[in-house]
């Protein structure tokens, strides 16, 4: 039966209730040094300082993820979402450089804003599919995922991804690219420490679940096994989304950065990790 | 749109649950697979549908975007799938689709309009042509170009495509066998 009445992707929606807006000048090599549950909780783009820009972004991020809410002529994509945060950057007075115009440094740039939104968007979705996951239930009769084949317009390499699953530690089952749900090499193969998709900058590696029987035939797990789920620190401590960045967001990466600097509530400045 | 399609309410699924009253852990897993075969056929459509534009740059991977936005809850009632994806239910159903916030609907014409908007073009540099003999209209440029860049129409007729999703069928049988396997091993347990 199809329902009227749309319904949204519950933990994906989740995922982005508990995100603060981040407004940063720091770079995004500066930004993966962030703790990837720090990450968790905040929007934020690569030099991108401005507040207002930033909201428009978790806005339309939101309203892909959930467009269970848009009424006709409310529906968002990347090609309204390109015209509304160019307009908001002609607001704040944006003008890429002359060298950056038209790259992915340009903030107003196709290839900038489609990563920014795409990004946001699966993030959550990968999200709520992990979290799915570990139902217990779930978890036990899936107990496995096959990392799929790119369906990016330029992928990686077969021989990259190879590469990198084998310095992930993840097991070696062959052709395909299959683990526990639970091993915890899917944090390692991820650049940003999480362990599910996207797992690189415009990585279109999605998973699917690989059920119980094959999980065994590829030695994976034995029949009395039962894995123990995990979550995410995250989700134990849901607080609602703030518009500006948020005094917990600024506490979390003083503990455990005490020389970040804040001007203004944008992050400019982070410190070694503390051990 | 989002699709939801409670699948309890499919002639056949209401057999499997008749036949066999669903422990609320089943249930879980029952719907888990069911939103896996619905993610699976998505994937295969994405990638046997071709690019409609394939000058047009990168393809927007429609219904595998459709697949991340794949989900599954479970109520009283028994156990859905949730495609929170804007589209899957007007390209299932079909339906009419007319401007809300402007004058016309802006289709694309050419490859290098597709996936953007009139506004992803320089103002001056689009105008609007009438082909009184077709009845059409058209945005043309960017200039010099006198091609039509996107087509202007009051609305847009889309059929309904009942092979978005997998049939009944395929969802009772993939889900018996998961029903099956499931018991299978819990009495092997026991």
Not at chain 1, 61 to 88: H, T
């Amino acid at each position: 039966m199809l329902f009227s009445s749309p319904v949204p992707f519950d933990d994906a929606v989740r995922s982005r209730e508990v995100r603060s807006l981040l407004p940063t000048s720091l770079s995004s090599a500066d930004l993966q040094k962030l703790p990837a549950e720090i990450r968790e909780r905040a929007t934020f783009s690569a030099r991108v300082p401005y507040v207002g820009h930033l909201s428009k972004l978790d806005r339309i991020i939101g309203m892909i993820v959930d467009p269970s809410a848009a009424q006709p002529g409310q529906y968002m994509n990347e090609s309204l979402a390109r015209k509304l945060l160019r307009e908001s950057l002609a607001d704040e007075g944006y003008e890429p450089s002359e060298d950056d115009a038209g790259t992915i440094k340009d903030l107003s740039s196709v290839s900038r804003i489609h990563l920014q939104v795409q990004m946001g968007v699966d993030f959550a979705r990968g999200y709520g599919r992990y979290a799915q996951g570990m139902d217990p239930d779930v978890l036990n009769e899936f107990p496995a995922q096959r990392l799929l084949p790119s369906i990016a317009e330029h992928p990686r390499t077969t021989e990259f991804w190879d590469e990198r699953w084998a310095e992930a530690g993840l097991p070696d089952t062959g052709d395909d690219l299959v683990a526990l749900k639970t091993d915890p090499g899917w944090f390692r193969l991820s650049i940003f420490g999480l362990p599910y998709p996207p797992f690189d900058f415009g990585s279109e590696r999605w998973l699917e679940d690989v059920d119980r029987d094959e999980a065994e035939d590829l030695g994976l797990i034995s029949p009395e096994d039962r894995l123990q789920a995990q979550c995410r620190p995250f989700a134990d401590g849901m607080t609602a989304n703030l518009p500006i960045p948020s005094l917990d967001l600024i506490e979390a990466i003083l503990n455990v950065m005490p020389g970040a600097t804040f001007e203004d509530g944008v992050l400019t400045q982070i410190s070694r990790l503390l051990s | 749109m989002t699709l939801h399609v409670q699948l309890v309410d499919f002639d056949l699924a209401r057999a499997l649950v008749d036949a066999a009253p669903i422990k609320a852990g089943e249930k879980r897993s029952l719907a888990a697979a069911a939103a896996d075969i619905t993610r699976r056929w998505f994937r295969d459509r994405d990638s046997s549908h071709p690019h409609t534009m394939p000058l047009g740059g990168a393809r927007s991977h429609y219904w595998n975007e459709a697949a991340k936005a794949t989900a599954w809850r479970t109520d009283d009632e028994g156990f859905s799938v949730v495609v929170a994806q804007t589209g899957v239910r007007l390209h299932m159903l079909g339906g009419d689709v007319k401007p809300v916030n402007a004058q016309a609907l802006a289709i694309p014409a050419r490859d290098d309009a597709y996936g953007k908007l009139p506004s992803d073009f320089p103002r001056d540099s689009l105008h609007v042509v009438i082909y009184k003999n077709a009845g059409k209209a058209a945005l043309v440029g960017p200039t010099p170009s006198r091609r039509p860049l996107f087509w202007l129409l009051k609305h847009v007729t889309i059929n309904p495509d009942p092979s978005v999703l997998p049939s009944s069928t395929v969802y009772f049988h993939s889900l018996m066998y998961r029903l099956s396997r499931i018991r299978s091993r819990q009495e092997s347990a026991a």
